[in-house]
């Protein structure tokens, strides 16, 4: 593990970016043969006597170097503007590191989750969902320029993807509202849902590849409707398995039978997608309706 020197957050070893200040941590030396020849050196220190002849020498050396290590403390503290126009320019490339380690770690290994920015998981949902709908809507342009209708139908593939676009994130946040609500039955606390939905996407992370997959045969034509199909349903279950795995599957005590927990997290989502679903086909019905009488009329 490495220990950040400016926020003390523990990362793997293998990170080469704080994931939670951004801090550089290569030049971070964290083999345990370091840690002992330290331990042995300040333990040969302790052991030799001092006599009389040098023990003022002992006792001034000490605050010579403590002296010298508070003036460097102080040069630390207070950078020069140059210093903080560079850390600022390099700034944007480490979080965009930072990201790409968190999607790596997540890959590797979806469930040992890392803190991570606030904005790593909602950001993730929102870069997945916005992949597929533009893949929809270049598909949908496509067709419609091969029938000819393309300035017709551009405007109703825009509006058309756009409600899609909302229908899917309100339908991720039903998911994510109701495990949420089963872990805080289930443990009684939580780390807050900026930390429950990092964990969650963390988990279910493997969507990231494949919306771009998605993305991609969209992109090339409908001619593969039915391997999208397959793609998007194993996409939505991903996504499901991630956040239940992340609220019963916490490393912590429960209070109440996670059992339980799942089936309210189950009932809130069932009745949140009910609702949903009547008001979706309650609008699309009246629009129906709205265009047969203007076109009787």
């Not at 964290?30 to 030799?48: F, G, M």
């Not at 991570?116 to 419609?144: H, P, V």
């Not at 807050?192 to 992370?205: M, W």
Request: proline letters at 3%; hydrophobic letters at 45%.
């Amino acid at each position: 593990m490495k220990k950040c020197p400016n926020c003390g957050a523990l990362m793997k070893s293998n990170v080469n970016f704080c994931t939670k200040c951004g801090a550089d941590l290569r030049q971070i030396d964290n083999s345990p043969q370091k840690a002992i020849a330290k331990s042995e050196d300040s333990h040969q220190i302790k052991s030799q006597p001092n006599s009389g002849e040098n023990f003022e020498q002992n006792q001034t050396k000490p605050n010579a170097a403590n002296n010298e290590q508070a003036q460097e403390n102080q040069f630390r503290q207070a950078p020069t503007s140059a210093n903080t126009q560079e850390a600022n320019s390099e700034r944007p490339n480490n979080v965009i590191q930072n990201y790409w380690q968190w999607c790596v770690d997540s890959w590797q290994h979806p469930f040992s989750a890392l803190i991570g920015e606030s904005w790593y998981g909602w950001a993730t949902i929102l870069l997945d969902d916005l992949l597929i709908i533009l893949g929809f809507y270049f598909c949908l342009k496509s067709m419609a320029n091969g029938y000819g209708v393309g300035r017709i139908v551009s405007g109703f593939a825009f509006s058309g993807v756009i409600s899609l676009l909302l229908f899917t994130l309100l339908f991720e946040a039903i998911i994510i509202g109701g495990y949420y609500a089963g872990h805080y039955f289930i443990y009684g606390k939580t780390d807050g849902l900026i930390a429950f939905v990092n964990r969650g996407v963390h988990a279910s992370n493997l969507n990231l590849i494949l919306s771009l997959l998605v993305f991609v045969i969209l992109v090339m034509g409908p001619n593969n409707g039915s391997f999208v199909s397959v793609v998007l349903f194993i996409i939505f279950s991903l996504f499901y398995m991630g956040f239940q795995v992340t609220a019963l599957g916490e490393n912590r005590q429960p209070i109440r039978d996670k059992m339980y927990g799942y089936i309210i997290s189950y009932l809130i989502i069932l009745v949140a997608i009910a609702i949903l679903f009547s008001i979706l086909y309650n609008s699309m019905y009246q629009s129906i309706l709205n265009q047969i009488f203007s076109t009787l009329n």
